[in-house]
């Protein structure tokens, strides 16, 4: 059974940091792509931060230069380091884990709330 369980979430204020995590469970974790989306209310999930198998990285544009996506495979964890938290970084933060080969296997974690107020 697959599962990435993510945690590291809060209440924090602007200009604030948080580190998100998620542990993935079931799945060769070192074969998947891994990636950070965030869904705001009323909003549509977006895709934040990617890190490929080999640890190549990508963002959205709204947050080069505040987040970091790191990957642990010893740990099956991958990592978001949040710095220059604004209020529009509140959303519902989701882990992803993605393998393509012949099939394609896409998983998801319950997701973590991040909220930025004063």
């Known amino acids: 059974q697959v599962q990435l369980v993510e945690s590291g979430g809060g209440l924090v204020q602007p200009g604030g940091s948080l580190r998100l995590s998620c542990v993935a469970s079931?799945?060769?974790?070192?074969?998947?792509?891994m990636a950070w989306y965030r869904q705001a209310p009323g909003k549509q999930r977006e895709l934040v931060a990617t890190i490929t198998n080999a640890g190549s990285t990508n963002y959205a544009d709204s947050v080069k230069g505040r987040f970091t996506i790191s990957r642990d495979n010893a740990k099956n964890t991958v990592s978001l380091q949040m710095n220059s938290l604004k209020p529009e970084d509140t959303a519902v933060y989701y882990c992803?884990?993605?393998?393509?080969?012949?099939?394609?296997?896409?998983?998801w974690g319950q997701g973590t709330q991040v909220t930025v107020s004063s």
């Open positions: 992803n884990a993605r393998y393509s080969g012949i099939r394609q296997y896409d998983y």
């Open positions: 079931g799945i060769i974790f070192r074969l998947y792509a």
